[in-house]
């Protein structure tokens, strides 16, 4: 079975969502990022989700971290919770 690890920001505007991704994509640390924006409780590690396999999450989300190229920054995606900036950090088949 598929197994992923991943970490994500989450936050309440897509707007703020891109402005946070302009800043990773230009240097910025992505735990950091998450630590000062996220208004999910693992970003005070950095994001960081640790492992789960499909269905563990949200939809929209399980879709992006098992499709998506590993440690390259993905989103706005958005779900009932907000808009998310996801990175799968490593994914088995």
Do not use: W
């Not at 969502?17 to 992505?30: E, L, P, V």
């Not at 929209?60 to 499709?67: A, G, I």
Request: aromatic share 6%.
């Amino acid at each position: 079975m598929a197994r992923a690890t991943a970490r994500h920001l989450l936050v309440d505007s897509e707007d703020k969502c891109n402005s946070i991704k302009q800043q990773i994509s230009d240097g910025a640390s992505f735990a950091e990022m998450a630590k000062q924006h996220s208004s999910c409780p693992s970003g005070a590690n950095g994001g960081d989700l640790g492992e789960f396999g499909p269905g563990q999450m949200v939809k929209e989300f399980d879709e992006v971290v098992f499709s998506a190229p590993v440690n390259t920054v993905q989103g706005p995606v958005k779900t009932q919770f907000g808009y998310h900036l996801l990175e799968v950090t490593s994914r088995t088949e």
